[in-house]
Structures are given as C-alpha cells and as structure tokens.
C-alpha cells in the first residue's frame, strides 16, 4: 500500500486530555479500496480502544483496537465504511466495545476524499 501512488497518510489529532504516548495514523488508498490504521497507544485497564468512521451526523463502529504494550497495532478497515467517510475517531470504550460511542474522543481525523 505504502508504494502506491494513490495512498494517503493521514495523521490523527490527539484530543486534549489523551495521553502523550497515543499516536496513530490512517493509510488509506481509496483507488484501490484499502484502509489500516496503524496505533500507539498505553493500555488502559477495563477499556478497549474503538475506531469509528464519521460519515455526517453517523458514526459506524469501526473495530476495537487492543494495544500490546512496546509494540504498534496494525488494523485493517473494512474498505465500504472509507467510502463517503468524512473523519475517523478513536474512543476509550468499555472492553468488548459499544453500538455507538460512549467514552471520550481521543483521536480524530479527515478521511481524503480521492
């Protein structure tokens, strides 16, 4: 995907109150219909990470993202929410995640539109 000349690196914003070791960054290659989003982030007991594609007013679950510590989280994205997406969002969900989004945003960032 990297090599492609249709992939884009979008970096995700941290949120104010998100700790300083979360990093993440969405590579997305519309063209050819693939997303991951690769993350570094502390493990917070209790609590999953959830991805959620923000498509106007809508927010469709994404996956839950469980960190390993020392180590970056490679996750795919199910190429039919990426399209029409206007942003991603990550949220600190209960563990095994929710229907809609419950937990503080601590992450966000614009899908490109080609």
């Known amino acids: 995907m990297l090599s492609s000349p249709s992939t884009t ?15 993440a960054t969405l ?3 519309l063209k ?4 991951m989003v690769v993350l570094q982030a502390p493990a917070v007991a209790g609590r999953d990470y959830e991805l ?9 679950p994404a996956g839950l993202l469980r960190p390993q510590p020392g180590a970056a989280l490679l996750a795919e ?3 039919k929410l990426l399209a029409g ?6 949220t600190v969900e209960p563990t095994g995640g929710t229907l809609t989004p419950t937990g503080p945003v601590v ?8």
Do not use: E, F, H, Y
């Open 107 to 114: 992450l966000v960032g614009p899908v490109p539109k080609s």
């Open 85 to 90: 997406a206007d942003a991603l969002a990550v």
């Open 52 to 60: 959620w594609v923000l498509r106007g007013n809508q927010k469709l």
């Open 77 to 79: 994205i199910d190429a």
């Open 32 to 35: 050819a219909r693939r997303g």
């Open 9 to 23: 690196l979008v970096t995700l914003a941290r949120q104010p109150g998100a700790a300083d070791t979360l990093l």
């Open 27 to 29: 590579v997305v290659d």
